[in-house]
């Protein structure tokens, strides 16, 4: 559509490729964009970049990070011992944000998926292993991917690949809702789910 100008068309564009935005929100929020200061709209673009160029993965849990190692598997006060398998970022911190975890994590980025053609190779799944065999104090595996389709496939998964090592597997518990992302649900079942969770 020729109804803006280039690059406005470019700026809309850009936004609607962006997760959870339709091209009526992309609009609206181009036309929010042009109309703030142009000091607030550099300080937006720069902190775009700055994150872009300066967060990296955590060489432990691989999590994201402005440092070599995040300040969960830096911190002496956790359990490493224990280590919560989660999907992604977004997850960890919404069982950080309950206060009450304190083993370690390793985070997958993505789920196995067959339908989108995503394997074991395409998450973080051979680091993990890795790391296991890497660390001997390690007791217990949670694994708290989403209870999706692709979520329960990468559990059992995960669960088959660690059982012969003896490490205690254990999975959380469903009262999270079946195809609900944990960043999404509230602290309180987070909790029931981590304290109901079940060998594997
Ligand atoms: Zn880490």
């Known amino acids: 559509m020729d109804l803006y100008s280039g690059y406005i068309n470019t700026l809309i564009d850009e936004l609607a ?23 607030r709209v550099k300080r937006l673009s720069e902190a775009i970049l700055q994150a872009k160029q300066n967060v990296r993965y955590c060489r432990e849990c691989f999590t994201l990070t402005d440092s070599e190692i995040c300040p969960i598997c830096k911190n002496e006060q956790r359990d490493h011992g224990t280590i919560m398998v ?9 069982y950080e944000k309950t206060g009450k975890y304190r083993g370690v994590y390793h985070v997958l980025h993505g ?18 292993m890795e790391r296991l065999s890497r660390e001997p104090e390690v007791k217990e595996v949670i694994i708290a991917t989403n209870s999706s389709l692709e979520g329960e496939t990468t559990a ?13 597997v254990t999975r959380i518990a469903s009262g999270v809702p079946v ?10 079942t987070l909790l029931r789910a981590l304290e109901g969770r079940v060998d594997m």
């Open 17 to 39: 490729a962006l997760p959870g935005i339709g091209s009526k929100s992309a609009q609206r929020l181009a036309f929010h964009l042009i109309n703030l200061p142009e000091g």
């Open 86 to 94: 989660v999907e992604n970022t977004r997850d960890l911190a919404a």
């Open 111 to 128: 789920a196995i998926s067959p339908m989108l053609g995503i394997g074991p190779h395409d998450i973080r799944l051979r680091e993990l």
């Open 156 to 168: 059992m998964y995960i669960s088959k690949l660690i059982k012969p090592t003896g490490i205690r």
């Open 179 to 188: 195809g609900g992302d944990l960043e999404y649900i509230d602290e309180v």
